[in-house]
């Protein structure tokens, strides 16, 4: 009976990996690519990787963030925020190191949430016990449509080059939060 049920797993998983190679070997892109970027920020390499869904004609608030609730910031994997060096984000000290990004998303306020769990890199359920820290930010409404969700590194410090803000931008919002890195 263990057996078969193995089986079963298998070959269900098989065919799952055979359909989305399918798909990707017909020429079909993918709704929500993946983006990897990476900025300095002072002497600190900032790498930011996450999945850039679109509006596709839907309403950000009504159909795509869950307003109130646990986002993972983007789409499919969950959003992986990494620092070469210690940095402060959001006036909170943060070690270097590799981090998953939540937000908890409002019209009136959003809650940004760094994570320490990276090995567990699904949407699926978050160990709130992994969380290194949490704070809250307003956002800004825009006058340009962002049709794909973004993630920027932006308004950087003229002098020094060791301050900046990580925006997340999509729709008619704009959420940012500072970046300060020790040289």
Known sequence: MKMKRTLTTLAAV?????????????????PSPLQKMSQMVGLTEVNIEYSRPS??????????????????????????????????????????????????????????????????????KVNDDNNILSFKVTPTTTNDKVETFTINITDFDKKAMDNANIELAWENTSVKFPIKVKN
């Open 55 to 124: 509006l596709a004609g839907r309403d950000m608030y009504e159909k795509l963030t869950p307003v109130g609730e646990r986002w993972r910031t983007g789409a499919n994997l969950r959003t992986v925020l990494t620092f070469s060096k210690d940095v402060m984000l959001g006036g909170n000290e943060v070690k270097a190191g590799a981090y998953n990004l939540f937000t908890i998303p409002g019209k009136k306020e959003w809650t940004i949430i760094l994570n320490n769990n990276t090995k567990e890199t699904n949407a699926g």
């Open 14 to 30: 098989c065919l799952m990996v055979f359909a989305q190679t399918s798909a990707v070997a017909q020429g079909g892109p993918a």
